[in-house]
């Protein structure tokens, strides 16, 4: 991305006022966090890969790491699908928008963070990140308990979902959270 693709919309009617580029499809669901929340400054919505996963739990995530609190929230929410850039996705959203929540799960479409800052939101998101990948080895533990057939293929699994990147809250960390 460079900076003449970046254009700028008026918050009150997305109107674009300047950039050469047409606005993203998603510029409802940004405005609609914008506009609800003043103490927001930062709007982010991504694909990233674990939380997307988490996705298709189909329910709200449980936060049980008070450490996370702050930044994710003790409840991550979840936003119902409904079709990209569409009308309905962003007031699902806005519907779901609440001044002690930073994150929003949306089934099928990633997630949005949101923030008073760029800095504080991109934390977000990477805490948001190793939170899913936690959240999803733990699943992958209990679901797969006492069922030695498939021991070698889950240790594989978890070890390339752990093994990726360094992150702050590792697995035997939330693990011992769980118990």
Request: aromatic share 4%; charged share 20%.
């Amino acid at each position: 991305m460079r900076p003449e693709d970046v254009c700028v919309l008026r918050l009150k009617d997305l109107q674009q006022l300047s950039g050469e580029r047409s606005p993203s499809v998603e510029s409802e669901l940004h405005a609609k966090v914008l506009r609800s929340r003043p103490d927001v400054n930062c709007s982010i919505h991504t694909h990233q890969p674990l939380a997307s996963a988490c996705t298709l739990f189909g329910k709200a995530l449980d936060v049980p790491y008070p450490p996370l609190w702050k930044s994710l929230g003790k409840r991550i929410q979840l936003v119902g699908y409904a079709p990209s850039g569409s009308g309905w996705l962003a007031g699902k959203l806005g519907r779901a928008i609440r001044s002690d929540h930073n994150v929003y799960l949306m089934r099928n479409h990633g997630v949005l963070c949101c923030g008073p800052d760029i800095e504080t939101t991109l934390t977000r998101l990477e805490d948001l990140e190793t939170f899913c990948r936690d959240h999803l080895v733990n699943q992958i533990k209990v679901n797969t308990r006492g069922k030695p057939e498939s021991r070698a293929a889950v240790a594989r699994l978890i070890n390339a979902l752990t093994s990726s990147s360094s992150h702050a809250l590792s697995p035997q960390t939330f693990s011992e959270t769980q118990s």
